[in-house]
């Protein structure tokens, strides 16, 4: 998140099964709400063997709370159309959207797939996603507490995680398979106290702020889909831009530990502190294939991130780089100069776009998979400026968003 920029329906004989969460902002579990859309989708029969996982920050967030809807109601919203377009010309199986504003009941979600998604952008074949999984963030929640000590409390930065309102900057996860629902885990609500030897700034935070902070900045979840016979984990998240605050580091130590929880929940032995919004405890079964999804704000090389934080992931001995690139990041690099000049990460890894003077454009949306799964394929949808889709990326102010959509072909086999 770049917060210095914030200001075809299905056929006959098939089922779309909506699955949201509904709303809840305190310590109980989410209680997800199922939902149709057009008609039943049977479960894929027989071997999957390849599936196409992809993020993308779309920066469909909205500074007013209700705006994501009226924007969507109509098939007309020009951001709406550009990013849309985007994830037809991509055609994932399955896409973790990071900055999308949470709308209870998931109609916003709805809206995107009827208005925009299932209709052909440009010229590009329209894309179905009959499942799709939302629930509550922590972005806008007031914590009741003075975060950012600066003597008064409310607003964005005193919320659990920064937000003009309940839901600003949510995700979704957007499948072409079933989602298991039920077996969703969420951890909206793990303190971040409760993850031992973590960075959090206690000479911050008072002991009182310590007790009720959480760790995480929007959510994170494990949403497992069933994917012909196999069930494969989707673990997404977005923690907080490692900026915006003072020399005590706050949001990068905090950054760190949401990347960190990943490790931990993934790796034998390391995840036996955690517990979800259920109450259950534990990491994942090592047995398990997973896809880590999301935004991380986090560049191995560049930036202002924690010492080593995305690190956690990228040389975790259960994680799999696929080293998603693109052509249009080098151009992006050699055209912009600046900062982009004086950094140690090739280019070609990049995936957002941001201000030449600082910190430049970084490596910070990934596609990660664990040791049971093979990548194929991978890139990066950032075209070079002489390519007719080159229009969808742009320059700021930008088409669609600052972040790039970022995709991985994976091998089931």
Same mark, same amino acid.
């Given at each position: 998140?770049?917060?210095?920029? !914030?200001?075809?329906?299905?056929?006959?004989?098939?089922?779309?099964?909506?699955?949201?969460?509904?709303?809840?902002?305190?310590?109980?579990?989410?209680?997800?709400?199922?939902?149709?859309?057009?008609?039943?989708? @049977?479960?894929?029969?027989?071997?999957?063997? #390849?599936?196409?996982?992809?993020?993308? *920050?779309?920066?469909?967030?909205?500074?007013?709370?209700?705006?994501?809807?009226? @924007?969507? #109601?109509?098939?007309?919203?020009?951001?709406?159309?550009? !990013?849309?377009?985007?994830?037809?010309?991509?055609?994932? =199986?399955?896409?973790?959207?990071?900055?999308?504003?949470?709308?209870?009941?998931?109609?916003?979600?709805?809206?995107?797939?009827?208005?925009?998604?299932?209709?052909?952008?440009?010229?590009?074949?329209?894309?179905?996603?009959?499942?799709?999984?939302?629930?509550?963030?922590?972005?806008?929640?007031?914590? /009741?507490?003075?975060?950012?000590?600066?003597?008064?409390?409310?607003? +964005?930065?005193?919320?659990?995680?920064?937000?003009?309102?309940?839901?600003?900057?949510?995700?979704? !996860?957007?499948?072409?398979?079933? $989602?298991?629902?039920?077996?969703?885990?969420?951890?909206?609500?793990?303190?971040?106290?409760?993850?031992? +030897?973590?960075?959090?700034?206690?000479?911050?935070?008072?002991?009182?702020?310590?007790?009720?902070?959480?760790?995480?900045?929007? &959510? %994170?979840?494990?949403?497992?889909?069933?994917?012909?016979?196999?069930? !494969?984990?989707?673990?997404?998240? %977005?923690?907080?831009?490692?900026?915006?605050? /003072?020399?005590?580091?706050?949001?990068?130590?905090?950054?760190? @530990?949401?990347?960190?929880?990943?490790?931990?929940? $993934?790796?034998?032995?390391?995840?036996?502190?955690?517990?979800?919004?259920? +109450?259950?405890?534990?990491?994942?079964?090592?047995?398990?294939?997973?896809? $880590?999804?999301?935004?991380?704000?986090?560049?191995?090389?560049?930036? @202002?991130?924690?010492? +080593?934080?995305?690190?956690?992931?990228?040389?975790?001995?259960?994680?799999?780089?696929?080293?998603? #690139?693109?052509?249009?990041?080098?151009?992006?690099?050699?055209?912009?100069?600046?900062?982009?000049?004086?950094?140690?990460?090739?280019?070609?890894?990049?995936?957002?776009?941001?201000?030449?003077?600082?910190? /430049? *454009?970084?490596?910070?949306?990934?596609?990660?998979? &664990?040791?049971?799964?093979?990548?194929?394929?991978?890139?990066?949808?950032?075209?070079?400026?002489?390519?007719?889709?080159?229009?969808?990326?742009?320059?700021?102010?930008?088409?669609? &968003?600052? %972040?790039?959509?970022?995709?991985? =072909?994976?091998?089931?086999?």
């Amino acid at each position: 998140m770049n917060r210095s920029r !914030v200001a075809a329906a299905a056929a006959a004989s098939l089922l779309a099964l909506t699955a949201v969460a509904a709303a809840q902002s305190s310590s109980a579990a989410p209680s997800p709400a199922a939902g149709q859309k057009n008609s039943e989708k @049977d479960q894929p029969n027989g071997k999957v063997d #390849s599936l196409r996982v992809a993020t993308y *920050n779309l920066s469909l967030n909205r500074s007013t709370e209700g705006q994501l809807v009226r @924007d969507l #109601s109509t098939p007309d919203n020009t951001q709406a159309r550009n !990013v849309a377009e985007v994830i037809q010309r991509t055609n994932p =199986d399955v896409v973790l959207l990071n900055e999308f504003d949470y709308v209870a009941g998931g109609k916003a979600v709805d809206l995107f797939r009827d208005n925009y998604l299932e209709r052909s952008q440009n010229g590009a074949p329209a894309v179905t996603y009959p499942y799709a999984y939302t629930a509550p963030v922590n972005t806008g929640v007031p914590s /009741g507490f003075d975060l950012n000590n600066d003597g008064t409390v409310g607003g +964005g930065d005193d919320a659990y995680g920064f937000g003009l309102f309940p839901g600003q900057y949510g995700m979704v !996860v957007l499948s072409k398979y079933p $989602i298991q629902t039920e077996n969703v885990r969420t951890f909206q609500n793990f303190l971040w106290k409760d993850m031992p +030897g973590n960075v959090m700034p206690t000479d911050w935070y008072s002991p009182q702020e310590q007790d009720i902070f959480r760790l995480s900045s929007k &959510s %994170h979840w494990d949403v497992p889909i069933t994917v012909g016979k196999r069930t !494969v984990h989707v673990l997404a998240a %977005h923690p907080t831009p490692p900026t915006f605050d /003072g020399p005590e580091d706050r949001n990068g130590r905090r950054n760190h @530990d949401e990347i960190r929880f990943w490790a931990d929940y $993934i790796t034998p032995g390391k995840g036996k502190y955690i517990y979800d919004d259920a +109450g259950t405890t534990g990491g994942l079964n090592p047995s398990e294939p997973f896809v $880590i999804l999301g935004d991380y704000n986090a560049d191995p090389y560049d930036g @202002d991130s924690y010492q +080593g934080a995305i690190n956690q992931l990228l040389d975790n001995k259960r994680v799999v780089d696929p080293l998603n #690139s693109s052509e249009g990041a080098v151009e992006a690099s050699q055209e912009q100069g600046g900062a982009n000049l004086t950094h140690e990460g090739d280019p070609k890894y990049d995936t957002a776009d941001f201000a030449d003077t600082t910190p /430049g *454009n970084l490596r910070i949306d990934y596609t990660l998979l &664990s040791k049971h799964l093979r990548p194929t394929d991978a890139g990066v949808f950032w075209p070079v400026r002489s390519d007719p889709l080159w229009r969808l990326t742009g320059e700021y102010p930008f088409p669609t &968003s600052d %972040h790039r959509l970022v995709w991985t =072909d994976v091998s089931l086999r």
